[in-house]
Structures are given as C-alpha cells and as structure tokens.
C-alpha cells in the first residue's frame, strides 16, 4: 500500500516538475513542493469493489474484518496485490470451510470477477 503511494507521490513530483520547466520557460515562478505535497492524493483503484477496498483498509486499520463468500475472492485478491501480511491465509481458510458447507457457488462467481488477477486462480483452484 505504502509503495503505491510513493509511486503516485513521484509521478505528481515528476508532472509537476514537468509544469515547473514549462513555467521558467515562459518566464513565471513555480510552484514549489511544499503547494504540490499540501494538495490530497487520489490514487485510483481500479478492479476493487469499493467494499472490498473498504475492507481491505478496515484489516489494516484494525486488524481484522468479517469475510463472507461475497467478499472473499476481493479480500484475498487485494491482500495479494497490496502484500498485506495474514489476510491471504485467513481468506483461505474460510473458503476450506466455505468448501466443507458445500458453499462455494458465490465464491466461484466472485472470483470469475477477478479473473484479470493471478491470485484468483489460487483461490478458484481450492473451490
């Protein structure tokens, strides 16, 4: 998580200097660092439910989150995407259960949602 912010951290610092360059040329002052830092971040995540995303922030934040068969196939991808220590495992234990309850059919239909991820395949392997 912290590395995706660095990164849109930099790229602002890069388009910025980029304005910057293009400022001096013209002949205006810049925009100093301090103004491009006090402005709020948007990093978009795109793929991520919003409640999956929230929950996500939620594990973080806390701790811990309620999973069920809805959200899942979301939490384990985000975990993996974002390296988010523990949450990948405790995912897979609910679905070992989820399997062993013959409850599997909303965790194969969330996780076909996130075919475009790798840890997906992982999780639709187990059901």
Partial sequence: MFELIQ????LRISEQS???????VKGKSSVGLSHLLS????????????E?????VEFIHCGEVNINEDTVAGLFCGAS???VPELPG????????CVKLRRTE???FHAGCFKFHAAAKTLV???
């Fill in 90 to 97: 405790a995912c897979l234990d609910f679905v070992e259960r």
């Fill in 52 to 56: 999956v995303f929230r929950l996500l």
């Fill in 7 to 10: 990164k849109h951290i930099q």
């Fill in 106 to 108: 909303n965790i194969r």
């Fill in 81 to 83: 995407q974002f390296e």
């Fill in 18 to 24: 980029k304005v910057t360059k293009t400022k001096k």
């Fill in 39 to 50: 402005e709020k971040l948007k990093i978009p995540i795109t793929n991520f439910d919003a």
């Fill in 125 to 127: 392997d187990k059901v």
